[in-house]
C-alpha cells in the first residue's frame, strides 16, 4: 500500500520560511516524478514544484527563487523549502506522486502565512 505523508506545516509570518516534507512508502521516490500542489479556499489545485526522476526540478513562477524542492533517496522523502513567504503562500500543501499511469496523494499539510 502506498503511503504518502506530509509534515511540516504551520503558522508563520510573512517573510518567514518553513519546510514541508514527504515520506513514502510503498514507493520508491527516486523512480518517481514527485510533485508539490497546493490549494488555497476558493482556488484549484496548483503545482508548485517538481522534482523528476532525473533530479530536475521545475516551479511556478509566483515561487522561483524563493521555494526549493529536493529529495532524499537514503530517507525516501521529498521537501520543499519555502523562504520569503508571502500571505498568498497560504494554502494546504500535499505531496504528489506519479509514474507512467500510476499516481498517488497525501493528505496535505496546512501552510499559514499571517502576521
Known amino acids: 500500500q502506498v503511503q504518502l505523508v506530509e509534515s511540516g506545516g504551520g503558522l508563520v509570518q510573512p517573510g518567514g520560511s518553513l519546510r514541508v516534507s514527504c515520506a513514502a512508502s510503498?514507493?520508491?521516490?527516486?523512480?518517481?516524478?514527485m510533485n508539490w500542489y497546493r490549494q488555497a479556499p476558493g482556488n484549484q489545485r496548483e503545482l508548485v514544484a517538481t522534482?523528476?526522476?532525473?533530479?530536475?526540478?521545475n516551479y511556478v513562477d509566483s515561487v522561483k527563487g524563493r521555494f526549493t524542492i529536493s529529495r532524499d533517496n537514503a530517507k525516501n522523502t521529498v521537501s520543499l523549502q519555502m523562504d520569503s513567504l508571502k500571505p498568498e503562500d497560504t494554502a494546504v500543501y500535499y505531496c504528489?506522486?506519479?509514474?507512467?499511469?500510476?499516481?498517488?496523494w497525501g493528505q496535505g499539510t496546512q501552510v499559514t502565512v499571517s502576521s
Open positions: 510503498g514507493i520508491i521516490v527516486s523512480l518517481y516524478d
Open positions: 504528489h506522486a506519479e509514474r507512467y499511469l500510476r499516481n498517488y
Open positions: 522534482i523528476t526522476s532525473g533530479g530536475s526540478t
